[in-house]
């Protein structure tokens, strides 16, 4: 049996706009050992103050990682590319992984001759082309690694559909095939990436674009192979991957179609019927990712067979993935408090010292375990997100979905 490891490859520091203060690198190590990460994203390798905090605290490993305490590290960062191109000004996120701290700092040069003000913000805003940008990383350092972040959401994404592409190739031009996956967002799926062709020969990555430490995990990509630099590109480069855990789709903040300050939301039957133009106020809708994934599929939705497990497989023989609702969730739900509160703290604590990790709560442990541990409602609440028997009410124009275990209750 092939070796797996879980990673979180999409993380950010305290430095990025609309981040939370208290993120460091003990705090994601402690964190990604609650969850049951082992391999972590440095995030905002380009901003000096925390690539100063990084370099303080992680120490070398075997294979081009890093590590503190007892998690893994690998150095990545994501840039924001702002240009013109046929036309329209074109935005989207890039998310870069490089094997030494020497290669950052040529990255880190390049992007301060190009203009970028890397102090300002850690997700640094550049204004390249994102094939000129990819181009430039991949002759400093060859082996480095990029691939379109979040590539659905509406305003900064590959295929986003403010400011994005019809196809990859229309962005990247030649150097298409050296992107070797696709990172789904938290607002689609595998299946629906499967759907488009760019998405054929590419692995489908999820990973969680933490904010803030306790949001680790919420989605994750579980790898085969060797935990090394080069054995993470292998993997990436042909689909080396056990599976990925998912949002659901419908709770991402750009799921569906629509306007918030108006609270109007459509689906594809709405806009069909309706269009895009918010019937309260008359200003365009912000076109979600369903409706987005709509226009470019040239495929029929996938059946989708669930394994003991609860993993979905599609019929082509790609990855499985399967929803997870984030632990503290349920809890809340569960126990009727918020998710912030002392109470879900305590329950959170009692699981995962008892089971060992977020994820061993939510997909292997026994029911009954869980039970003696939490309570019934809580085992209940376990029990019925992993048969999906969930309702979601989907997000739209940057306002989160909501997962109900217990919708009747509500």
Known sequence: MQAIYLADLH???????????????????????CKGIQLLATGDFTHPAWRAHVRDLVRPAAGDLFTYADTHFILGAELSCVFRHGGKTRRLHLLVYVPSFAVVE????????????????GRPTISLHA?????AILELEPRSLVIPAHAWTPWYALFGSKSGFAALDECFGDLAPAIPALETGLSSDPAMNWRVPDADGRSIVSFS???????LGREATAFYGPMTFDGLAAALRTEGIAYTLEYYPEEGKYHATGHRACNVRYLPADTNARGTVCPVCGRPLTVGV???VEALATRPEFALVADERGFLHGPDGRPPFRHVVPLAQILAEALGVGERTKTVSR??????????????VLLDAPVADIADVAGER???????????DVAVEPGYDGRYGAVRLWPDET
């Open 209 to 215: 674009d933490a904010h803030s430490p306790r949001n």
């Open 378 to 388: 809580v085992a209940d609440g376990i029990r019925r997100m992993r048969r999906g």
């Open 347 to 360: 329950v959170y604590t009692a699981l995962t010292t008892a089971i060992g990790s977020e994820f061993g």
């Open 131 to 135: 094939r000129e940008l990819t181009s």
């Open 106 to 121: 040529k990255i880190c040069a390049f992007l301060d001759r190009a203009g970028a003000k890397l102090a300002g913000d």
């Open 11 to 33: 993380v950010h520091s305290s430095y990025a706009i609309s981040t939370a203060r208290d993120i460091t690198i003990p705090a994601l190590a402690q964190w990604a050992r």
């Open 290 to 292: 369903l409706e987005r």
